[in-house]
Structure formats: structure tokens, C-alpha cells
């Protein structure tokens, strides 16, 4: 069974970047979609970027512009190039991937309903003003 572990994320001044890995213990299934969510305490898990099988990304609103969404099926990683980070972006940030296919906009959306799914055990990113 794939496992998924985060890296890369820690304490950053506003207007700061960073960067999320998500390395997959197997080499992902071609079907698969990938994703970022993140959470808050007392509040829902959101998406906040995805990537389907075939190439197309969505993010969430309140990210458009700052964040990247990419992978590399060789290692294989889901990254998430984060830029000009604001103190809202403060959240425990979780990597899924699917076992089938799911669009990237349904697995933005809904992907916190889905059954078939694989979640890492978060990164935590703080954001300071």
C-alpha cells in the first residue's frame, strides 16, 4: 500500500516561499491524481491545488498566482512551489493521491469525501507578518 510522507514545511515571514515534497513509497499509478490540502484547527480540510493524470491543475482560488503544483513520476514526488506567502496560508498542508482517475477539479472540490484515497501525515507551514 503507497504511502505518502511531507516534507518542507516550517516558520517563513510574510512575502516568503517555500517549498512542499510529497515522496511516494511506490512509483505512482499512471490514473492517479495528486493533491495539496490543508487544514486549520477547528475549521474543514481544503484544497488547495491538484493534478490529474492528464496534466490539467486547478487551485484554489486564494492561491491563484502564488502557488505551483508539480511532479515528478521518476522519484517519484508531488512538490507544491509555494511564493509571496501570506499569514492565511498558516496550516498543517496534507499530499493525496487517488487510486483512479479524478479530475483535478473534482478532487480539489471533493476530494476530502472520496474513498479511495491516500493522505500523507502533513507538514505544518507558519506564516508570520
Known amino acids: 500500500q503507497m504511502e505518502l510522507v511531507e516534507s518542507g514545511g516550517g516558520s517563513v515571514e510574510a512575502g516568503g516561499s517555500l517549498r512542499l515534497s510529497c515522496a511516494a513509497s511506490?512509483?505512482?499509478?499512471?490514473?492517479?491524481?495528486m493533491a495539496w490540502f490543508r487544514q486549520v484547527p477547528g475549521k474543514d480540510r481544503e484544497g488547495v491545488a491538484a493534478?490529474?493524470?492528464?496534466?490539467?491543475?486547478s487551485y484554489a482560488d486564494s492561491v491563484k498566482g502564488r502557488f505551483t503544483i508539480s511532479k515528478d513520476n521518476a522519484k517519484p514526488t508531488l512538490y507544491l512551489q509555494m511564493t509571496n506567502l501570506k499569514p492565511e496560508d498558516t496550516a498543517m498542508y496534507y499530499c493525496?493521491?487517488?487510486?483512479?482517475?479524478?479530475?483535478?477539479?473534482?478532487?480539489?472540490?471533493?476530494?476530502?469525501?472520496?474513498?479511495?484515497?491516500?493522505w500523507g501525515q502533513g507538514t505544518q507551514v507558519t506564516v508570520s507578518s
Open positions: 493525496a493521491a487517488t487510486l483512479g482517475r479524478v479530475k483535478s477539479g473534482f478532487l480539489l472540490v471533493a476530494g476530502t469525501t472520496l474513498q479511495d484515497i491516500r
Open positions: 493534478l490529474d493524470s492528464d496534466g490539467n491543475r
Open positions: 511506490t512509483p505512482i499509478n499512471s490514473q492517479s491524481s
